[in-house]
């Protein structure tokens, strides 16, 4: 009896090719997810190719796809390197190849290259009500951590002094990313977001906000404005990465990228705060933050968050 061949190929290594069916993929995976969650009639569109672009180069060897026996993309594993901190993200399987036990394969690729880049920090990021899932992780060994919650904050529309920001004219890109680096390294030893700030300014579709007192860098955050949506304006600013060696600075680090974003005409400002900064979740609260969205943060056993020596450092494991 004839049976369809249901092999897969990969791990084989994503291209800007690969943009219009890893959306395709995304898109369908994701709104099936959120109807097997009883969400209904939520379609999640496809994401903006500029975003694809920087999910795949900042992966780079860990952007990882699966083909099956027609060549069609049947799974894919965005992998993420900042320093010794790996994560995972976004990952999805086709909704028609589910269930076959690709989607472990894939994750333990991600978990296997992870480790063999010296990631000491290995982890992703699930949706809290899918319990389906934070099982799968589970058995694979990833243990429920703390929520990464969304917060979100209207600008007002008055056009605004942006501050310093990485790509300012006649500054010095390559000293503007060693500071960040050294700054990084000193409260979180290991960590380094560098590949991710010069991205963002190579592909324009965003920028690095950067605090300063007397002269030394104390606070930045990496935001990106492109729409993530195909075909949507641009409407909001997400700070993907933040660091801060105090509450303060926190503070006027997220004041500096609200006037860019006041700067950049669009209407809020975005940014995941881990619920291990408790102190920093409350100060954004406090200054009219308000929860929009939450997620699970998922840590593989013995892969835990490096201890951090001060500061706030918040690192977003989405693109």
């Known amino acids: 009896m004839w049976r369809p061949d249901r092999s897969v190929r990969g791990p084989e290594r994503a291209s800007l090719r690969d943009v219009d069916p890893l959306n395709r993929v995304f ?41 099956d026996a027609d060549g069609q993309l ?21 909704p028609d190849r589910q269930n076959e036990g690709l989607g472990s394969t894939m994750v333990q690729a991600g978990i296997d290259w992870l480790k063999a ?31 990464t919650i969304t917060l979100v904050r209207d600008v007002g529309r008055r056009n605004a002094d942006p501050g310093e920001l990485l790509s300012a004219p006649g500054g010095s890109l390559s000293s503007g ?10 409260l979180a030893p290991g960590i380094d977001f560098t590949r991710e700030l010069a991205l963002t300014q190579e592909l324009r579709i965003g920028d690095t906000s950067l605090i300063r007192r007397d002269g030394r860098l104390v606070a930045f955050a990496l935001w990106h404005s492109a729409p993530l949506a195909a075909g949507r304006p641009k409407e909001e600013v997400r700070i993907l990465k933040l660091v801060a060696e105090s509450l303060d600075e926190l503070e006027q680090v997220v004041d500096a990228v609200q006037h860019a974003a006041q700067h950049e005409r669009v ?18 609260v406090e200054r009219g933050f308000r929860v929009h969205w939450t997620d699970l943060r998922m840590i593989l056993r013995d892969y835990a968050v490096a201890g951090q020596r001060a500061g706030v450092v918040l690192s977003n494991w989405e693109i």
Do not use: K
Request: proline content about 3%; charged content about 20%; overall charge positive.
């Open 27 to 67: 898109a369908e995976a994701f709104t099936d997810r959120y109807s097997r969650d009883g969400l209904v009639g939520v379609r999640v569109p496809q994401l903006n190719s500029a975003i694809w672009r920087y999910a795949i180069e900042d992966a780079g060897d860990g952007a990882m796809v699966w083909r």
């Open 74 to 94: 049947a799974g894919f594993n965005m992998v993420h390197r900042s320093g010794v901190e790996g994560w995972m993200g976004p990952i999805a399987v086709r």
């Open 117 to 147: 880049q010296g990631a000491r920090t290995i982890g992703l990021e699930t949706m809290p009500r899918t319990v389906d899932n934070i099982g799968f992780y589970s058995r694979l060994g990833f243990i429920p951590g703390h929520l």
């Open 177 to 186: 990313l060693a500071a960040c680096r050294a700054l990084t390294d000193r």
């Open 267 to 284: 209407r809020r400002v975005a940014l995941r705060c881990q619920s291990a900064f408790a102190d920093a979740y409350l100060r954004l």
